[in-house]
């Protein structure tokens, strides 16, 4: 869309809602705020007392479709030599419950009907499931390695759990370690799993390409860069091509070539010109199996941060080469005569057997937050990270976007003299209820047009459906009051995501 018809679409948009506006601006500007009738303001009250839900998980899954259809699972078919799929109808407790969870007790319990042949042990048991972004991580028992065939049951478990829509990625673990092509953890870890064909030795030539080849390998894996600030890391999948069972060496150089999306929210890690020298397999303090990294000079001599981006790239390795024979890793680096020192590169010293567990919530989830376009008066996108764990995911949300934007030429839309925390947030279903204080109105100029693009900063924010909240709507409020209009702006009904006041990159 060109520029012209974005403006243009930005007049009608005017027009619109000035022709829902229902009366004429007063003198002052108290006057602009009209009242609804007591019966409206309960049910704003009872808004404001229901809790910031947390959006995560079965809130991207169509329940309406399931509720339905059911949910497919898929079972092994020995007579045609495929896997078929199963109905089964879900109940009200499965929604309540966690849908994947119930998914895959339905595929242990084996299938219903005649002909189909179960594809997992019955005594597996199921340790756990999270979800995260576009990922749904699996725990299972040992018994699953039991399975009469484990790439078939492989290929029925990941089709099934990615028949739910909500994921385009299983990792499967058991007993807490990544899953394995077999039981001995120094085979190869088979990375995240995408969906499988339905014919047996289809599954089995895919298998046999991507993991037991033991010359070359292609598995899609989890590399972890840091957001803008260096607080977080964010996941970035990526198909990693690892030669003659070199899996760690594979994924430090393509750490070392950087994000390949970096213009969206990813940002590199290791210091420019860095090079992995070699490394080696070590024996830890107690009987654990580590990594010792070997580093360039470059390592130390261009990096350009401070304790945070030094944090960064220690848990940025620690993270991404989480294999499962891998318990923790080691970091030297060439001090420039050819001997490799642990000293620290800021202040944190080296010389430790690093694991996960130093870094605590270091991982984060990727969101984006509309600012305004200082030369479009349109809206620009920037993305941020908020911890993966957030429970009051939507108000951490609008936190970020009170604050300052870090893109050249865009504005706030927030004004500087109202807090993050004077903003109140309750999702109810699909829709976000915010309440703004009286004060954002004041202390600026009115501006119909400027107001309408930062009313739509915040809906565009909570509606986007990269943020993953399953928010359809937002509804606004005052001091906890649902108002006619402001400035000739209906704010009675509710909005939509409207893409058409965003800037195209």
């Given at each position: 869309m060109s520029h012209a018809?974005?403006?243009?679409?930005?007049?009608?948009?005017?027009?619109?809602?000035?022709?829902?506006?229902?009366?004429?601006?007063?003198?002052?500007?108290?006057?602009?705020?009209?009242?609804?009738?007591?019966?409206?303001?309960?049910?704003?009250t009872e808004a404001e007392d229901s809790s910031d839900e947390d959006i995560s998980g079965q809130s991207n899954i169509d329940m309406l479709t399931i509720r339905q259809t059911g949910i497919t699972v898929y079972f092994l078919d020995e007579a045609a030599g495929q896997l078929s799929a199963e109905q089964r109808k879900a109940s009200d407790s499965d929604f309540q419950d966690d849908l994947a969870e119930n998914v895959l007790k339905e595929l242990i319990e084996?299938?219903?009907?005649?002909?189909?042949?179960?594809?997992?042990?019955?005594?597996?048991?199921?340790?756990?499931?999270?979800?995260?972004?576009?990922i749904l991580y699996v725990d299972l028992s040992a018994e699953f390695y039991g399975s009469k065939d484990p790439g078939v049951a492989r290929?029925?478990?990941?089709?099934?759990?990615?028949?739910?829509?909500?994921?385009?990625?299983?990792?499967?673990?058991?007993?807490?370690?990544?899953?394995?092509?077999?039981?001995d953890a120094r085979a190869?870890?088979?990375?995240?799993?995408?969906?499988?064909?339905?014919?047996?030795?289809?599954?089995?030539?895919?298998?046999?390409?991507n993991y037991y080849n033991s010359e070359l390998r292609r598995i899609d894996r989890e590399l972890f860069f840091q957001d803008y600030s260096g607080k977080f890391l964010l996941p970035?999948?990526?198909?990693?091509?690892?030669?003659?069972?070199?899996?760690?060496?594979?994924?430090?150089?393509?750490?070392?070539?950087?994000?390949?999306?970096?213009?969206?929210?990813?940002?590199?890690?290791?210091?420019?010109?860095?090079?992995?020298?070699?490394?080696?397999?070590v024996q830890g303090n107690?009987?654990?199996?580590?990594?010792?990294?070997?580093?360039?000079?470059e390592f130390r001599s261009q990096f350009s941060g401070g304790a945070e981006q030094e944090y960064s790239i220690i848990s940025s390795l620690v993270y991404s080469l989480s294999l499962p024979d891998i318990h923790f890793i080691r970091i030297y680096y060439n001090n420039g005569t050819g001997e490799y020192i642990n000293e620290p590169v800021y202040k944190t010293p080296l010389n430790m057997e690093f694991t996960t567990g130093d870094f605590p919530a270091r991982v984060g989830r990727k969101i984006r937050v509309y600012f305004g376009d200082g030369n479009s008066g349109l809206l620009a996108p920037e993305y941020r990270a908020v911890d993966r764990n957030e429970l009051r995911?939507?108000?951490?949300?609008?936190?970020?976007?009170?604050?300052?934007?870090?893109?050249?030429?865009?504005?706030?839309?927030?004004?500087?003299?109202?807090?993050?925390?004077?903003?109140?947030?309750?999702?109810?279903?699909?829709?976000?209820?915010?309440?703004?204080?009286?004060?954002?109105?004041?202390?600026?100029?009115?501006?119909?047009?400027r107001f309408i693009r930062d009313i739509y900063a915040v809906v565009n924010t909570l509606t986007d459906p990269?943020?993953?909240?399953?928010?359809?709507?937002?509804?606004?409020?005052?001091?906890?009051?649902?108002?006619?209009?402001?400035?000739?702006?209906?704010?009675?009904?509710?909005?939509?995501?409207?893409?058409?006041?965003?800037k195209e990159e």
């Open positions: 018809i974005r403006l243009l679409s930005i007049v009608l948009l005017i027009a619109l809602l000035t022709a829902c506006a229902s009366g004429q601006l007063a003198e002052q500007e108290n006057d602009n705020i009209k009242r609804l009738n007591q019966s409206e303001k309960e049910q704003s084996g299938p219903e009907t005649n002909g189909l042949s179960p594809v997992m042990p019955e005594d597996v048991r199921v340790n756990g499931v999270e979800s995260a972004d576009n290929a029925a478990l990941v089709n099934s759990l990615l028949e739910l829509g909500a994921y385009k990625y299983v990792k499967l673990y058991v007993d807490g370690s990544e899953i394995t092509d077999t039981s190869g870890a088979l990375g995240l799993l995408s969906r499988y064909p339905l014919v047996v030795s289809e599954i089995k030539a895919l298998e046999a390409q970035e999948v990526r198909t990693i091509t690892v030669r003659k069972g070199g899996d760690a060496e594979a994924i430090v150089n393509e750490l070392i070539k950087g994000p390949m999306a970096e213009g969206e929210g990813y940002h590199p890690i290791l210091p420019k010109g860095t090079i992995l020298e070699k490394y080696e397999l107690n009987d654990t199996n580590g990594i010792a990294l070997y580093f360039s000079k995911t939507a108000s951490r949300i609008l936190s970020e976007l009170a604050s300052d934007p870090i893109g050249e030429n865009h504005v706030r839309v927030i004004p500087p003299h109202v807090e993050p925390e004077d903003f109140q947030v309750k999702v109810l279903g699909k829709t976000a209820v915010v309440d703004v204080p009286a004060d954002y109105f004041t202390g600026a100029e009115p501006d119909n047009r990269v943020n993953d909240m399953d928010i359809q709507e937002v509804q606004f409020t005052v001091d906890g009051d649902v108002l006619d209009s402001y400035m000739d702006i209906s704010l009675r009904d509710t909005f939509v995501f409207n893409p058409a006041l965003i």
